[in-house]
């Protein structure tokens, strides 16, 4: 089976805070992606990659980064939280490239920023 | 940019009857669309998806079709259970990106 493993399904940090988000996934993929996820708004994407050091902005990358220093592990980084970034994130794997292929899950981080 | 509009945003049906989810994209070069079943406090889960060269597929209960012309595809859930209420996502790729909708509430009714 597919793991896709999100480090903390719950943060709380204050506004102006820097905060990691890891993902790690067990099954080799390529291919790796952030969304975050709001009532209402369905799936966004915020960045992904397709190799490791490599990283594609998705459509609301503004306020994130990302880091890729090994294939199995992909983080989203916030520079400094804002009130509009609680939410809920989403990492996703795919073994296969050009996005022909199933997404796997994690769990979800909820992170609130106060 | 590229989207995918999805509708209805709610659907309520009773149990037995059938419940279609409709979605539409912009992307003319889209070529793969699947369809994510994410029940409540629970991850998304792929249930089914559609490759452009092909206009209908089927899996048990579940159906997608597909209409390159129209930039159109809907899911058919048949005979549906109490485990089918769940928020249902579409989504069509972009590129090397998944772009989804905004998903569709599914509420089965007794």
């Known amino acids: 089976d597919v793991k896709v493993t999100q480090s903390s399904r719950y943060l709380v940090k204050r506004t102006g805070e820097k905060v990691f988000l890891e993902c790690v996934q067990d099954m080799d993929h390529e291919n790796m992606f952030w969304y975050r996820q709001d009532p209402g708004l369905g799936l966004r994407l915020i960045y992904f990659s397709y190799d490791v050091k490599m990283k594609e902005k998705g459509d609301i990358p503004e306020g994130y980064s990302v880091s890729r220093e090994k294939k199995e592990r992909f983080s989203l980084i916030l520079e400094s939280a804002s009130t509009n970034q609680t939410s809920m994130y989403l990492c996703?794997?795919?073994?296969?490239?050009?996005?022909?292929?199933?997404?796997?899950f994690g769990e979800g981080s909820r992170l609130t920023v106060l | 940019g590229e989207n995918v509009e999805q509708h209805p945003s709610t659907l309520s049906v009773q149990e037995g009857d059938s419940a279609v989810i409709k979605c539409t994209y912009s992307d003319s070069a889209s070529n793969y669309f699947p369809w994510y079943k994410q029940e409540l406090g629970k991850r998304p889960q792929l249930i089914i998806d559609i490759r452009s060269n092909v206009g209908e597929k089927k899996d048990q209960r579940i159906a997608v079709t597909l209409n390159k012309t129209a930039k159109h595809f809907s899911l058919h859930i048949t005979e549906t259970q109490p485990e089918d209420s769940a928020v249902y996502f579409c989504?069509?790729?972009?590129?090397?990106?998944?772009?989804f909708g905004k998903g569709t509430r599914l509420h089965i009714l007794p």
């Open positions: 996703a794997s795919t073994p296969l490239a050009g996005g022909t292929g199933e997404l796997f």
């Open positions: 989504a069509a790729s972009v590129g090397d990106k998944i772009i």
